[in-house]
């Protein structure tokens, strides 16, 4: 099965090219546009051309935002098909570097896009499309008067953290380091989502986590800003990749998520444009 | 009058036998079986190979992998001895008794051995979290909250290994002949003096293998761990938990980490093997 796709990969590439270029052209002279970047356009002719499946790997917060572009993708060309996989963007990465077959690659760090990068795996410089901001996630009503960090280490307060390895853990060191304030959590968690499972399931008290996870846990936690978040602005890079499968739909996707409609939805998630 | 635990666990017939009907081995199982014990070692060689033996002694000098290894075995071990004070009992009462939907409790009994861990984690946070069904009375009345404690790592371990024991045991007191519990009852002992006296000393070799696969399965238990234990170092950061998180920004120490934990499990799993599994 494996095979018989990858031969017609073959072929969608080499039609993939005379797409991109087409839907390049006609991105630049669409009149309808209202901001700088490329915005695809369901009316060209080109759109027409895409077809098959779309392979997208993409940071596990950016699942909600992501799964509605993807269906967006879907009713705009007919005959494609998003297929997603989320997760965390460091086990993302390494499944790329291994020759996973991914068309497009959003990451929610820098860092972790770096190493599909520096393995010369995309096709071109990655570049950031959102930004994500920390929050302190608490228990709905914020029973424990919470309002700053230096509030986590108030004494019989169970706080979590994400473990340093990963994103979401690094931008949470920053912030303390900002605030100098020393926190001693009662778990590294492997996630940003296992983190708000602990207060969601109200065994912890406090999380540190993204804004866009508390916006996604609905009325389960309360979501508190602090300034010090803005030291520890996560930027999320998306690019295409060099031996994506199907390079000019996956081409179109990232346009999609950089167009105003793409702006508009991960926004509403909670994230800040870069 | 032999005790015969599940072949399966007390690894297959004895060696003489095999030795003898080793000479007339056919091809077409030759082959296959050759083909399955390369599959099983070939991921063991391939993390020897990639071991980073230049950087191992300082890898392995930090103070976090012992502080991890010596959780790992602490947590094993209490988690096995939990299991035997409520597994052996659960074992008999299954084996030895009759009640109605027996066949049922014995299927659940063994759902953990099925369920992923990580199910079993989230299970255990419902059920004895500090806001879970259980776990909020144990921290009312008592003050007690499991999660994110070294209690909470061997609950995990215990929920998650107590099963292999359970049914090694089992399996063992159905091997068993019960007419010489019936003749110590008939000469007068009671039945908890029979268990203890004579069934005990009968099953020892069972219970023992139970034991090893319950202790090695608390060893490498994961999922279930940081589900519900999470993941603090010296509390709650067993060695599996920490070849996870390092294999996010340090591959090389979580291979050094594997190994170390690999290079217990032999020892421990050969050194008892030997000694107690097939003993009868």
């Known amino acids: ?274 | 009058m032999t005790v015969r635990p599940a072949e399966t666990l007390r690894g297959g017939p004895r060696r003489g036998r095999v030795r003898r009907r080793g000479r007339a081995v056919p091809l077409p199982l030759l082959v296959p079986a050759l083909a399955g014990l390369a599959f099983l070692l070939l991921p063991l060689i391939a993390l020897l190979l990639r071991t980073p033996w230049s950087t191992l002694p300082e890898q392995l000098t930090s103070p976090g992998v012992w502080q991890a290894l010596r959780l790992s075995l602490v947590c094993a071990t209490a988690a096995t001895g939990l299991s035997l004070l409520i597994g052996v009992p659960l074992a008999w009462l299954l084996a030895r008794t009759d009640f109605p939907g027996r066949g049922l409790v014995r299927a659940l009994v063994t759902l953990p051995l099925v369920l992923p861990p990580v199910v079993g984690g989230v299970a255990l946070l419902l059920a004895l979290g500090r806001n879970g069904v259980v776990g909020q009375w144990l921290d009312a009345w008592f003050g007690i909250t499991l999660p994110f404690t070294t209690a909470g790592v061997v609950i995990a371990e215990t929920f998650v290994a107590m099963p292999f024991l359970v049914i090694s045991v089992e399996g063992t007191l159905r091997a068993a002949d019960p007419r010489f519990e019936e003749a110590a009852t008939t000469l007068g002992a009671s039945r908890f003096t029979a268990f203890r006296r004579v069934t005990l000393p009968l099953i020892a070799p069972g219970v023992a293998a139970g034991a090893v696969l319950a202790w090695a399965r608390a060893l490498g238990e994961f999922g279930a761990t940081i589900t519900f234990a999470g993941n603090f170092p010296g509390r709650t950061q067993t060695m599996p938990l920490a070849v996870y998180l390092a294999l996010q920004n340090d591959p090389a120490a979580a291979i050094a980490l594997s190994l170390v934990l690999l290079a217990v499990s032999i020892a421990v799993l050969a050194g008892l093997r030997d000694r107690w599994m097939t003993a009868s």
Do not use: W
Not at chain 1, 161 to 169: A, I, N, T, Y
Not at chain 1, 219 to 233: H, I, L, R
């Open chain 1, 1 to 274: 099965m494996i095979r018989s796709t990858r031969r017609s990969r073959r072929t969608v590439q080499v039609a993939g090219v005379g797409a991109a270029a087409l839907l390049a052209l006609t991105a630049c002279s669409s009149s309808g546009s209202t901001d700088s970047s490329a915005e695809s356009d369901p009316s060209s002719s080109a759109s027409q051309r895409l077809s098959g499946e779309v392979t997208v790997f993409a940071a596990a917060s950016l699942k909600e935002s992501f799964t509605t572009l993807g269906e967006e993708f879907e009713k705009q060309h007919p005959g494609t098909k998003v297929t997603f996989s989320f997760g965390g963007s460091d086990s993302l990465a390494a499944s790329i570097t291994g020759g996973a077959p991914a068309d497009v690659f959003a990451a929610a760090s820098p860092k972790t896009m770096a190493i599909v990068s520096d393995a010369g795996d995309t096709s071109a410089a990655p570049e950031t499309f959102v930004r994500n901001q920390l929050e302190i996630a608490t228990l709905p009503g914020n029973p424990d008067k919470i309002s700053s960090l230096k509030d986590l280490t108030k004494s019989g307060l169970k706080v979590v953290l994400c473990d340093e390895s990963v994103p979401c853990g690094a931008a949470a060191q920053k912030a303390l380091d900002a605030a100098g304030v020393e926190l001693t959590p009662v778990s590294y968690e492997q996630d940003v989502k296992s983190a708000l499972t602990k207060v969601e399931l109200k065994e912890a008290d406090a999380a540190l986590v993204y804004k866009t996870d508390v916006r996604a846990a609905g009325g389960k936690v309360e979501g508190v800003d602090f300034p010090e978040s803005a030291d520890a602005v996560n930027d999320y890079p998306i690019a295409l990749l060099k031996d994506a499968p199907n390079k000019a739909a996956g081409q179109t996707f990232i346009e999609l998520v950089r167009s105003a409609q793409g702006r508009q939805v991960l926004t509403g998630a909670g994230f800040l444009e870069p």
